[in-house]
């Protein structure tokens, strides 16, 4: 039985890629992950996640801070260990070292029907682009990623629609529950920080240029 003060995280679907050496799991919640999980700076150290290489499972589980969640997935092959785990806004991405780098995973999660079937395999040949000399590395699907644009992919166009839904909806809330001081900042600092700062405090705000703040070496597109 789970506490009452405790915010359980739940899985709501999943997806994988691959590569010869590696695979990569994305876990999606169904709500957004709150700031507290996503700044631990080195969630392998803490547990947070693990693999039972006798059942072939990986295991997504934490209570920190009032958040918690128990997640476990069989996988359809062995791995040899993970590597990283990175969490996003509602997404944990783990990272695994393949155990046979020469299996070609069709599905990442185990199905009976198929964990007996012949191993499927990539196909190694070294292959240059003689356009741009790339190697072109031997993926699971046709595409090619050196020329990957998202806008090609419909699949994480709408991952992308359904995250600024959120966080839309998120701050519309926030917005609604404000005092007029508190909207008017908001306002003033998303429209003269060109949507890079976003501050509440009114008597902060209203006598100057609310400057725009970008991370380390991103720079500002104007129009």
Known sequence: MSDANTDTLEISRFDFYQNISTITLDLYAKKPISETIKSISNPLEQNIISYNEDTQTVSLKFNISGESIDYSLKLAHPIEKIVALNIGYKKF????????KT???KTVDFKTS???AEPHLFNT?????ST?????????SKTDWSNFKIEDTPELQEEAAEEEEDEN???QKVFANSTE????A????????????????????KDGKVEPNLPEGAELNKI
């Open 93 to 100: 991405e783990v990272v695994f070292s393949k155990k046979d």
């Open 103 to 105: 299996i070609n995973w």
């Open 114 to 116: 198929t964990s007996f």
């Open 125 to 129: 040949d070294s292959k240059v682009d």
């Open 132 to 140: 741009t000399n790339i190697l072109k590395q031997p993926y699971t």
């Open 169 to 171: 909806a998120f701050f």
């Open 181 to 184: 001081d508190q909207q008017k």
């Open 186 to 205: 908001m306002i003033k600092s998303m429209q003269e920080s060109n949507g890079t700062v976003l501050s509440t405090d009114w008597d902060k705000v």
